[in-house]
């Protein structure tokens, strides 16, 4: 109800008064006060002025579900929306719901995260409210080795949705982060729960720095906000993310994957660089030479030997 | 302490008295009292006879912690031990441990499952107390696609305990099930949480029927007791199952999978022959050639084309 308090809200300009609202949705007088005292609570600014009535006036900076569905325009990504104030990590939640049969396209949001994680069980700094922390579950028909190609996928809208909202070109990282002038702005963490020959689900977790302040953020990291000079809007960042994962992701299982890996080699840092990885526990330099059908990364050693790399850490990039 | 005085009865063949395991434990007469009560509540049968003590005559047909532990000498697998008289699957409190850094080996035995599982969400009848249904949860420095080589690693575990326990010869009919006279003994079910190059940790699930009632499973199975026509010691047995999986295990991880692979060849069901499988939605038939190094079955195509298959269903064996 409070939802379409809020859309019959934002349907108008000017102010609506309660005697419409409660004649439209066919409530209480008291109950449209009720659900305007809530939406404020949460957040929303509402100008209530005698003998005209209500005005919305702002909307809370965040990621509420409502706000996220309203004109998202998704079939399935986003179709289906968790949001809390605080977890540990979005990650744990989406692993719970995975085990507990939620459709393909259910996203968790968190405004905070105690334990947001990276690859590798290193951590992912999640200030309040300053950034984007979400996971997005998947039931895709693949085998467990094809994951690398969701993380690409991933990559490849994110940079889409930064230089939508904000202009700037981003780079990916091979293979799960996005920088900005050499800078991570944002990362990408790919759980899989499998059997060995079929995926059950994939929890794809985005972090991204938003609007965080750059002195708080490490020293290879930078934020949206402090590349473009300008705050960002989490809201439609956000909501674009989402749209182009779902293009992206139907293009994926539709068509395969040769155009997600044209649009991931336009934005790659380092093909055709030199770069030292770091991989199952070994040092390796290199090529970047290209990525293969499964995603994973093609190096041309010294040897003129081409190693085949799922994934590891690039250490340097000259 | 009830596992002390446990270890102090089975230590003497005849009578202990009530005087020794208190002045031995340091504890009350009452205290003993107390604890031999609690023992006979689940299911230890033991004698007291006035002037001469306690004696014990008969462990509970359970597969409790402490009987499992006795005399078991293994490093890793078993180490730690959960119990459930009820679960709906040893496998979804094998996830719930391995998010919550359970330690490699951590093994979880139920009774009963309410909803026991097999392969591709198919079902696994779990009569209660009549069989094995235990998950081992792993964490080998494997890739993802590793995986199958531990489903192999624990079928030849299985053949080998069986053979230690009742002389019968089983066979594995790849991937995962476990035959005697072409009929379903025991099946494994690898479930595996990880990232696109690292397993986070590996669930191996292990449903064996034991002394199930032959007219009471389906057609194609089969129980150890039906085949041996005697009752079968569900203890030993799966003490027996731990110490085949640790040795093959040990094995695995510190000499490869050279030498679990010729065992598995040793008994597979189906090497040599020709048959018919379902393999990701579609029916291919060839001779089945060999298991690759990565535990993955090649089937030789009447084309002459030799297919690489993960995983799959066998249906047909000329």
């Not at 309660?18 to 004649?23: A, F, H, K, L, P």
């Not at 991989?279 to 290209?290: I, K």
């Not at 990364?297 to 994934?311: A, C, Y």
């Amino acid at each position: 109800m409070a939802r379409q308090i809020l859309d019959f809200l934002r349907a108008k300009d000017g102010f609506v008064s309660g005697e419409d609202i409660s004649r439209e949705l066919s409530i209480s007088r008291a109950a449209v006060w009720k659900h305007i005292a809530n939406l404020r609570s949460i957040g929303y600014s509402i100008e209530a002025v005698p003998h005209l009535g209500y005005k919305l006036l702002s909307i809370p900076d965040k990621l509420l579900p409502e706000e996220v569905s309203h004109n998202l325009k998704t079939k399935i990504v986003g179709k289906n929306i968790f949001y809390y104030e605080t977890v540990t990590s979005t990650m744990d939640m989406a692993f719970d719901l995975g085990f507990n049969a939620a459709p393909e396209g259910t996203v968790i949001f968190a405004e905070h995260q105690t334990n947001g994680r990276g690859r590798l069980g290193r951590s992912w700094l999640s200030p309040k409210g300053k950034g984007l922390y979400m996971s997005l579950l998947l039931r895709p028909k693949f085998l467990p080795q094809e994951a690398p190609k969701l993380t690409l996928m991933a990559a490849v809208s994110i940079v889409e949705a930064i230089k939508a909202q904000t202009g700037i070109s981003a780079f990916i990282k091979w293979p799960n982060d996005i920088l900005i002038e050499n800078k991570k702005v944002a990362g990408i963490l790919t759980e899989i729960d499998s059997e060995p020959d079929r995926i059950k689900f994939v929890n794809i977790g985005i972090g991204v720095n938003i609007n965080s302040i750059r002195s708080l953020l490490p020293d290879a990291a930078t934020s949206l906000s402090a590349e473009s000079k300008k705050s960002v809007c989490r809201l439609e960042l956000t909501k674009d993310i989402l749209r182009f994962i779902e293009k992206n992701y139907l293009i994926l299982i539709n068509d395969g994957f040769d155009s997600i890996r044209e649009k991931w080699k336009a934005s790659s840092s380092i093909l055709g660089r030199r770069i030292k990885l770091n991989y199952q526990n070994r040092e390796v330099s290199g090529e970047a030479q290209d990525i293969d059908m499964d995603g994973a990364l093609l190096l041309r050693r010294d040897s003129g030997f081409i190693e085949r790399v799922l994934s590891g850490d690039v250490i340097k990039v000259n």
